[in-house]
């Protein structure tokens, strides 16, 4: 019987770092967990991609929240930084429900440390208070 924990993982992955979108071979080894082989790239960051999305997968959210007072109804939101791939809907129930008050300025926090990830949800536009 083959041991498992010897078994080569591979798995193919786009590159997002530009428009090439270059496509990578990531080959990971079970028993260890340090041997992470990239291909397909034709520079750093695609190798660097490679890495963390196979050992910490991040994504930045971007959606809307309900706004008060305001010239226009919903206000767009964004993560500050990428939050781990697992938490995306902890986040995203965590700034559902929340209603703001205008005025709002880019890069107001509209939500800290987010599903206790550390990251904040903040603005991405500006609201002008009205009435
Ligand atoms: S590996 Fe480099 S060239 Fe290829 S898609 Fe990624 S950033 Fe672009």
Same mark, same amino acid.
């Given at each position: 019987?083959?041991?498992?924990?010897?078994?080569?993982?591979?798995?193919?992955?786009?590159?997002?770092g530009?428009?090439?979108?270059?496509?990578?071979?990531v %080959?990971?080894?079970?028993?260890?967990?340090?041997?992470?082989?990239?291909?397909?790239?034709f520079?750093?960051?695609?190798?660097?991609?490679?890495? %963390?999305?196979i050992t910490?997968?991040?994504?930045?959210?971007?959606?809307?929240v309900?706004?008060?007072?305001?010239?226009?109804?919903?206000?767009?939101?964004?993560?500050?930084?990428?939050i781990p791939?697992?938490?995306?809907?902890?986040?995203?129930?965590?700034v559902q429900?929340i209603?703001?008050?205008?005025?709002?300025?880019?890069?107001?926090?509209i939500l800290?440390n987010?599903?206790n990830?550390?990251?904040?949800?903040?603005?991405?536009?500006?609201i002008?208070?009205?009435?």
């Amino acid at each position: 019987m083959e041991k498992m924990e010897n078994m080569i993982c591979v798995d193919i992955i786009t590159c997002i770092g530009c428009p090439m979108g270059c496509e990578l071979t990531v %080959e990971t080894n079970q028993s260890d967990k340090n041997y992470i082989a990239v291909s397909g790239h034709f520079c750093k960051i695609g190798e660097n991609y490679a890495k %963390e999305e196979i050992t910490n997968p991040t994504r930045n959210i971007a959606t809307s929240v309900k706004v008060t007072g305001g010239d226009i109804p919903m206000l767009s939101v964004k993560t500050a930084k990428p939050i781990p791939k697992n938490k995306i809907m902890d986040c995203a129930k965590a700034v559902q429900n929340i209603t703001v008050t205008a005025p709002i300025n880019v890069g107001d926090v509209i939500l800290k440390n987010a599903a206790n990830t550390g990251v904040d949800f903040i603005a991405t536009r500006v609201i002008c208070a009205v009435g």
